[in-house]
């Protein structure tokens, strides 16, 4: 199985397993897919099958890889009480997934999501994917799974502006399948120094065989104008994977267009597996973009 498609849940200890009602609880998050899940060594490992993924869920009783916290914890959009209460997790559980049949690594995505939930349904903490600097704690995928609950729904917008009617509506599963929405719940957003200036670097695109992206021209005011931006950037990208090529240029409603530029050949170490393309703005960001 790839590394790269392993998330991570946090337990302050280790937890008693129901197999049986931890099948139940996958299938209910989308019964529209048969669920299989079934002890390994005792409950120290799961084996957990989808008709389009498919993953080992193994049990630590220690905290996760210093690694692993830096990649997740270390990046993750979360406040610092939250990641200090988190830090101090005692054992964990690793999941690692792979498809089926070949199917798209979306799939494999939204299963460690939903393991993510039904894990920390009780106790839980929180669900770490190490590769997208990504971290949604209990709470967050509590919020999901109940606004799940509730049928389609426009993802990523708030209630108003989906009132409007203009946005497709979509069960959680099929908006992340169609639209790669909401995004944060798949790619993460990191600034860095380099040199003297701020940049921001997306995390996780290369799940999807997708160059990562960087903005070389920020300063950390611009930090959530720029994420956004970047969640819109992909989105438009996983809809449109053919376009995100070196001279391609796309445009932001009618404020904004980009342009993707190769990476500079001294900053070759930021280079990504998959590659890393560097936006350029055309013009200045908006500040009241509607980002969808």
């Not at 084996?47 to 009783?61: G, I, K, S």
């Not at 995004?183 to 990191?190: K, S």
């Not at 500079?264 to 990504?272: G, I, Q, T």
């Amino acid at each position: 199985m790839s590394e790269e498609f392993t998330a991570i849940v946090l337990y302050h200890e280790q937890p008693n397993l129901d197999v049986e009602q931890l099948q139940k609880d996958l299938f209910q998050l989308e019964p529209e897919l048969p669920a299989f899940v079934r002890a390994g060594r005792g409950v120290s490992e799961l084996f957990v099958r989808l008709p389009d993924a498919q993953a080992v869920v193994a049990f630590y009783n220690r905290p996760m890889s210093e690694e692993a916290a830096v990649s997740s914890l270390g990046m993750a959009d979360i406040p610092d009480d939250e990641r200090g209460r988190l830090q101090h997790h005692r054992t964990h559980a690793i999941i690692s997934c792979d498809s089926v049949q070949n199917s798209e690594p979306i799939n494999k995505l939204i299963l460690m999501l939903k393991l993510g939930m039904i894990l920390c349904r009780t106790d839980g903490l929180a669900l770490c994917i190490p590769a997208s600097g990504i971290c949604l704690t209990r709470e967050a995928l509590g919020s999901l799974a109940r606004l799940h609950s509730e049928g389609p729904r426009a993802w990523g917008v708030d209630e108003a502006e989906a009132a409007l009617g203009n946005y497709e509506q979509h069960t959680l599963w099929n908006s992340l399948r169609i639209e790669g929405q909401p995004a944060e719940l798949l790619v993460g957003f990191v600034p860095a120094q380099v040199e003297d200036n701020t940049w921001f670097f997306s995390a996780g695109h290369s799940l999807f065989g997708l160059p990562e992206i960087a903005y070389a021209e920020g300063n950390i005011e611009d930090f959530a104008t720029v994420r956004e931006y970047f969640r819109f950037l992909f989105r438009h990208f996983f809809r449109n994977p053919d376009q995100m090529k070196k001279g391609k240029s796309v445009s932001v409603g009618d404020a904004v267009s980009i342009s993707l530029e190769a990476l500079p050949r001294r900053y070759r170490e930021f280079e990504a597996a998959t590659g890393t393309l560097l936006v350029k703005l055309v013009e200045a960001f908006p500040t009241d973009k509607d980002w969808d």
